[in-house]
């Protein structure tokens, strides 16, 4: 490297020096390979691998129409694409057909954070420099900490893990406790334990890049040197992509010691977690990095004042962080600005299961509403085929059709039960009863309860039992209300998120399904 270049003059010859080639990209993520990529790689290579280069990426969201794959060329795009889809072994639509439904389900979405996946190796570090990669953090690094504080404060941007907290606020806490000469330490949350929830699987498993880019530009604005990724234990392939990516990163000083010339030092460390739904939570998360039991601390404290080791620490999500590139390019607060509604900024990932007619990961922009993403996005028919969706996980509730109108926003978007959370939705099916979904959802939160606080440890299991008795209809007006008495009792005394939310899939069903829609 020249002595007084700029990072992003260093940033252009390492780009430079990558080949810059056309590709096959096979869409092999976790979900995927649920559907048997590992095959169909085989079948690519076998037919073209002497051709093309042929190379792993993530999966792009549209998990209905998995396996696929991409061809980055623009020569014979369509006959190429064309004989990739029929290396199916049994594919369920002709390759027309393939093509109507992808652009139906992502015409409507606004691609910010997933943008590319899919589209690229999930390992090409060369194609994510081309396509942009890593010069927000280059711009970044010629600016001041406060001036990137304040731009992503002014951005509006809100964490995406489910609290919804003003990133920047968070960031100017942690930076006030460490004036007198603290250190501050960065955790990326990469738990997601929540289950129908995988959006941050996605991220990592197809552009792990993105997530290092977003990390190092919140250390650089909080004057921190050492970030952890904290990552679910049973997410073995996000582990490894992300094992891989911080490798190429290291090679090529995007981490570690005067990164790109600037002076900045900066050390990335992947953690894998203890697993379960709580360990997402905080103050957990940071117990169990420093090898304590999981399970939530008493606050205040809160971890922008005394977190890990007792330092100023900022707790981030993996979606969140992708988010910064964006905001910091040409440090332009308002492009984010203007996706979303005027309260909530930006974009939300969701992700669809469930009896839905196209099931998968998608982007759209905050205020959207649920009906939109799974009329037109999803594709589903509601009245034909839904009694209501499940939103927002066992820490939420469930809705039924003549509530899915509400929008993707913080808070309770029913104003009692309902979160949206990390963004999971699942469809519920016509011919299923909705109080077997809360039996499932309540069973989960008291398998999951850390055991910490007595409401939660001793409530979330009377609930479960008290839901096996219940019978919709026919259920004694005591056991009625015994159980919502003792949902509301748990949310109201328990510890942590998981037990001060626990009662909500109960008191959302007697609310919309038991009683009726009020």
Not at 114 to 130: A, F, H, V
Request: hydrophobic content about 35%; charged content about 20%.
């Amino acid at each position: 490297m020249k002595k007084n270049q700029s990072p992003s003059t260093v940033l252009e010859n390492i780009r430079d020096s990558f080949e810059n080639r056309d590709y096959i990209v096979v869409q092999n993520g976790g979900c995927n390979q649920a559907t048997g990529s590992g095959e169909y790689l085989k079948r690519v290579l076998e037919s073209y691998g002497k051709r093309f280069t042929v190379l792993e990426g993530g999966c792009d969201g549209a998990c209905f129409l998995s396996p696929r794959a991409y061809w980055t060329g623009s020569d014979h795009k369509d006959e190429l694409e064309r004989n990739l889809w029929n290396l199916n072994a049994d594919p369920d639509l002709d390759f027309e057909n393939m093509n109507k439904e992808l652009t139906s389900y992502l015409l409507p979405q606004k691609r910010i954070v997933m943008k590319d996946i899919g589209l690229s190796g999930w390992s090409d570090l060369g194609q994510y420099l081309s396509n942009g990669g890593f010069y927000s953090f280059a711009e970044v690094l010629q600016l001041s900490p406060d001036i990137v504080t304040e731009t992503v404060a002014e951005s509006g941007l809100k964490g995406r893990g489910g609290a919804y907290f003003s990133v920047g606020m968070k960031w100017k806490s942690a930076q006030s406790f460490a004036q007198d000469g603290k250190n501050t330490e960065i955790i990326i949350n990469a738990e997601e334990g929540e289950p129908g929830v995988y959006k941050d699987r996605h991220l990592m498993e197809g552009m792990p890049f993105r997530i290092i880019e977003g990390a190092l530009i919140t250390a650089y604005a909080n004057s921190a040197s050492s970030i952890h990724i904290y990552v679910n234990a049973e997410a073995k392939l996000s582990f490894e992509r992300m094992t891989y990516a911080l490798s190429l990163c290291e090679k090529y000083n995007l981490i570690g010691r005067n990164i790109l010339g600037s002076g900045f030092d900066a050390n990335i460390k992947l953690l894998r977690g203890a697993g379960g739904y709580v360990c997402g939570e905080e103050s957990t998360l940071i117990n169990t990095i420093e090898g304590d039991r999981r399970e939530p601390r008493l606050r205040p404290p809160f971890p922008t004042q005394s977190g890990l080791h007792n330092l100023p620490t900022v707790v981030n999500n993996v979606e969140t962080v992708c988010s910064l590139p964006y905001i910091m390019m040409s440090c332009d607060k308002d492009a984010f600005r203007t996706i979303g509604s005027a309260e909530n900024s930006g974009t939300k990932i969701v992700s669809l299961s469930g009896s839905l007619k196209r099931s998968g990961v998608a982007e759209v922009p905050m205020g959207t509403s649920i009906k939109y993403i799974l009329e037109t996005v999803s594709g589903t028919d509601i009245e034909e085929n839904l009694v209501g969706a499940a939103v927002g996980g066992p820490s939420s509730g469930i809705l039924p059709n003549e509530k899915l109108n509400l929008l993707i926003e913080p808070g309770f978007i029913d104003g009692k039960y309902v979160m949206v959370g990390a963004g999971g939705i699942v469809g519920i099916d016509k011919d299923v009863d909705p109080l077997q979904i809360v039996r499932i959802l309540s069973s989960y939160n008291s398998r999951e309860s850390c055991g910490k606080c007595t409401p939660c440890r001793e409530g979330t299991p009377r609930i479960s039992e008290m839901l096996g008795q219940f019978v919709k209809g026919k259920s004694s007006t005591k056991l009625t209300h015994d159980l919502n008495k003792l949902s509301r009792t748990v949310n109201a005394a328990s510890l942590c998120g998981l037990g001060q939310s626990a009662g909500n899939p109960v008191l959302s069903y007697l609310e919309y399904f038991e009683n009726g829609v009020k």
